[in-house]
Structure formats: structure tokens, C-alpha cells
């Protein structure tokens, strides 16, 4: 059994004890323990109560850590499971996971511009 396949049996089994669905995604987020450093990680799947991640170092089970996420802040959780660089989390207290797809910035989309006959250079057309 692969490494993959060891993450994917792992969340399949803890996958009954969820009560909100989780929204699938690509979110870069960063965690760390209390006192220790941001670490990044890639959010693949999130919901009120938790998410799963790919991160690059190994956690404990119950272990107490803190999440950095785009448009919620800060939030505290614990270390469900961990199984081949994937990580479940359990949140402390509820999100809401939509948040996290907004855009950071209020700032409008740039608009694009359309070529007018005084942009054309000679011999293009």
C-alpha cells in the first residue's frame, strides 16, 4: 500500500464522523504548534468543523495547533489524523469555509482594454 493510498483509507475512515460536508479545494494556508513556526501547507478540502491537508512535516494525533486562513484568520484546532503527508484537522470552533473562496482584496478586476486603430503600429495588421 502506498502512501497515497494510506491518506485516502484514513480519511475514508473518519469520513462517518464528519457533520458538515467538506467543500474540495486548493488553498495555500500555513500551520504551526503554539511557540513553534509557520509552516505551508495546500488545504485540499474544508468545511466548518475541519480540513485536510498535504503538509510537509509530521504531526501527533491531538496534537494543539494554530491555522492561517485566507479571508478567516486565525483558527485553533487539533490533529485528527495523519497518514502520508496528509494531515485531519478538527477546528475548535466553527468557520465559515465560503470565506476562504472570496477574494482577499475589495479591488475591482482589471479591465481589459480594447485595441483602437491609434494603437496599431505601421506594417501590422
Same mark, same amino acid.
Given at each position: 500500500m502506498? /502512501?497515497?493510498d494510506a491518506g485516502g483509507d484514513e480519511e475514508e475512515r473518519f469520513a462517518h464522523l464528519r457533520a458538515a460536508p467538506r467543500d474540495s479545494m486548493? #488553498? #495555500?494556508a500555513s500551520i504551526r504548534r503554539a511557540g /513553534?513556526?509557520?509552516v505551508p501547507i495546500k488545504v485540499r478540502n474544508l468545511s466548518? /468543523? @475541519?480540513m485536510m491537508a498535504e503538509c510537509a512535516i509530521s504531526?501527533? =494525533?491531538e496534537e494543539a495547533i494554530l491555522i492561517e486562513l485566507r479571508g478567516i484568520g486565525e483558527v485553533? @484546532? =487539533?490533529v485528527a489524523w495523519t497518514a502520508g503527508g496528509k494531515i485531519g484537522v478538527a477546528?475548535? =470552533?466553527e468557520i465559515d469555509p465560503k470565506l476562504a473562496r472570496k477574494p482577499v482584496t475589495g479591488n475591482p478586476q482589471p479591465q481589459l482594454v480594447?485595441?483602437?486603430k491609434s494603437m496599431w503600429r505601421p506594417g501590422l495588421r
Open positions: 502506498s /502512501g497515497a486548493f #488553498l #495555500l /513553534g513556526a509557520e466548518q /468543523g @475541519g504531526f501527533s =494525533r485553533s @484546532g =487539533r477546528f475548535d =470552533r480594447k485595441a483602437s
